[in-house]
């Protein structure tokens, strides 16, 4: 991802402090009956970068009060399929929230985002005319009967996109037609009382620690043509053997992994290894036209012994994340999440990476990712709002000194 033009700045400043970002839209889903099943209301704003002829370009946008609740939104059948909130804004733009109960919890299994490069308006010059799609898991999970509250910000990170629902609301499997009054607040917002009665709950699955961060590289004929260091966890769901469905989430151990890997003109390729894993691969591609790399593929093959199957596969090569200029070096402190399939999605921590032209087996010069980018404008937006306000203090000190003295007149 490439820098942010300047014209765009000032929007990214105003979103990430919070000013910007659309007014609130209350959206009900209703069963037959005219009975609400889902509640949402929230704001939300879309960051992603798309191509043009001359380059990688930002575009940010917000959910508009004009946007609406589609036909296809459903409260879903019992025991076959879950509530599903379809938002349907701009020229051809949706955003969708599944839905799914698990016990005594429900959460937003999936968030979707479906965006139209033909629209020009907000994708000028896109080199590209089609729609295309993110989808990601998310953290939104809340007790039944109860709304799921978050004023700090959710965010969604997934590919080349970052989607943030600002002071949101949501509620599925609901016992009447309005929000409960009892609430689960989001991590951000700290814990915070109830005044439903307490629930008994699941104990949570034990997430891991951030994954270690490991450098690699592969070479060919014509020297190393791959250099990374990252750190890399896997989220897998899965059916167990007892019908249950489950997310597990697996780091992969650097110190037994095995390494290995392929150069080619159009293709570079990193394979990994280890007890758990019995393959995963990384596929970077090359666009020609436009001399850029990205990450084209993920695979993983893997043995889970607790599965229904036990045999797990997951494949995509139609990725298009971690995108640099042939010859620099992408980087992200912040982590990426990246969708493979709907079972399997790859978190990649403090990401560096370069491929295809690699000189001296270091890397070239650095293009940041869009959340690095944004949390470099945050001290640079406050700066600048105390330094016009010491401007202003100054001044007005100096014009206030000059009036009082003109008050005066020599005898």
């Avoid at 590919?159 to 943030?164: E, G, P, R």
Wanted: hydrophobic share 35%.
């Amino acid at each position: 991802m490439t820098g942010v033009s300047h014209c765009a700045r000032p929007a990214y400043l105003l979103i990430e402090k919070g000013l910007v970002h659309g007014a609130s839209t209350v959206f009900v889903v209703k069963n037959s009956n005219g009975t609400a099943c889902v509640m949402a209301e929230f704001s939300a704003t879309f960051m992603l970068s798309y191509d043009t002829k001359s380059g990688s370009q930002n575009a940010t946008f917000v959910l508009p009060p004009n946007a609406e609740e589609l036909n296809s939104s459903s409260c879903g059948q019992e025991n076959t399929s879950d509530p599903r909130l379809v938002i349907a804004f701009g020229r051809g733009h949706s955003l969708t929230l599944s839905f799914v109960r698990n016990g005594t919890r429900y959460g937003v299994q999936r968030l979707s985002f479906a965006y139209n490069l033909s629209d020009t308006f907000t994708f000028p010059n896109s080199s590209s005319k089609e729609t295309k799609s993110v989808e990601s898991v998310t953290d939104i999970k809340a007790d039944i009967d109860t709304k799921y509250r978050c004023v700090s910000g959710t965010r969604v990170h997934v590919d080349n996109v970052l989607i943030t629902l600002h002071n949101a609301t949501i509620q599925a499997y609901l016992s009447s037609s309005n929000f409960s009054q009892g609430e689960t607040r989001c991590q951000q917002d700290g814990p915070s009382p109830t005044t439903a009665p307490p629930r008994p709950t699941p104990s949570p699955t034990p997430v891991p620690e951030s994954p270690a961060v490991e450098k690699y590289n592969v070479s060919g004929t014509n020297g190393t043509c791959l250099l990374a260091t990252m750190g890399l966890q896997l989220n897998l769901t899965y059916e167990k053997k007892d019908n249950t469905t489950v997310t597990r989430v697996l780091n992969i151990n650097p110190n037994k992994t095995s390494v290995s890997g392929s150069c080619s003109a159009r293709l570079v390729t990193l394979e990994l290894r280890s007890e758990d894993v019995a393959l995963l691969v990384f596929q970077f591609g090359m666009n020609a036209s436009s001399s850029r790399f990205f990450l084209q593929g993920i695979q993983l093959n893997m043995t889970l012994p607790d599965a229904r199957d036990p045999t797990f596969r997951a494949a995509n090569s139609s990725l298009r994340a971690l995108q640099a200029t042939v010859g620099n070096s992408y980087k992200c402190n912040a982590e990426e999440r990246v969708r493979v399939t709907q079972a399997l999605s790859v978190n990649i921590f403090r990401v560096w990476v370069q491929a295809f032209r690699v000189d001296g087996d270091e890397f070239g010069a650095v293009e940041e990712c869009l959340l690095d980018e944004n949390n470099m404008l945050i001290p640079i937006a406050v700066g600048g709002a105390l330094a016009g306000l010491v401007l202003i203090v100054l001044i007005a000190y100096l014009v206030g000194r000059k009036r009082s003295h003109a008050g005066y007149q020599t005898i």
